[in-house]
């Protein structure tokens, strides 16, 4: 089955330590997106990638940095410099837009 | 710069009734516009999404959407509700190609007996 696989589903820090959240899909998809969710808030994308190789920020990616090496991995590290890391994170693929999602990894800093 | 604006965040509704959710954008050119479910703690899902065409489309689920540009409106409708709606439902604007969606804050949807 296709999809986009997202590990760990919660994670656990301490402040002041980065982090990786992975995110694999196996859809062929070129584009690839990472969106964080707050309680009340829409989705607001931190980083996306149109093709391996290259990334863009988005509205939030202070604190933030992506990596796009294979077309199925764009794993994103929330740094020590994010303000406010605990959220829930969604990572989503497309071939016209952000057509499918992750089933995200909820990120709690202590 | 565009926006989208989800007028209401909660929305109580019975088994069996019919359902409109709201969704209102600005954008400066033709829009890209989507609508998505998501259930508690989990990833959203594409219910449908229109560029062009017919202004009245056909998503997953028994959903549908009307597209009216003179309002500028997207909002999602369903003739008859079941208990398994219930979940957060978000409206989200973007130009065709670009995946720079901008999204709503969400609709809440509660169903009662």
């Known amino acids: 089955d296709g999809g986009i696989t997202q590990s760990p589903k919660y994670l656990f820090r301490k402040e002041g330590q980065n982090v990786t959240l992975s995110c694999e899909q196996n859809l062929n998809h070129d584009a690839m997106y990472w969106y964080r969710q707050d309680p009340g808030q829409g989705l607001r994308l931190i980083y996306y990638s149109q093709i391996v190789n290259d990334f863009q920020k988005g509205d939030i990616a202070e604190g933030y940095s992506v990596s796009r090496e294979k077309k199925e991995s764009f794993p994103l590290t929330v740094t020590s410099a994010q303000k406010n890391p605990t959220a829930f994170y969604l990572c989503?693929?497309?071939?016209?837009?952000?057509?499918?999602f992750g089933p995200g990894t909820r990120l709690t800093v202590t | 710069a565009q926006s989208v604006t989800q007028p209401d965040i909660h929305i109580t509704v019975s088994e069996g009734a019919s359902l409109e959710l709201r969704c209102n954008y600005s954008y400066g050119a033709t829009p890209y516009l989507f609508w998505y479910v998501q259930s508690p703690g989990q990833g959203l899902q594409l219910l449908l999404k229109?560029?062009?065409?017919?202004?009245l489309v056909q998503g997953i689920k028994g959903f549908e959407a009307e597209f009216k540009r003179s309002q500028s409106s997207f909002n999602l409708r369903k003739p008859s509700v079941h208990w398994s709606d219930a979940a957060e439902y978000f409206c989200?604007?973007?130009?065709?190609?670009?995946?720079?969606?901008?999204f709503g804050t969400g609709t809440r949807l509660t169903i009662i007996p």
């Open positions: 229109y560029f062009s065409g017919d202004t």
């Open positions: 989503a693929s497309g071939l016209t837009g952000t057509e499918y």
């Open positions: 989200a604007v973007g130009p065709f190609g670009n995946e720079k969606l901008t």
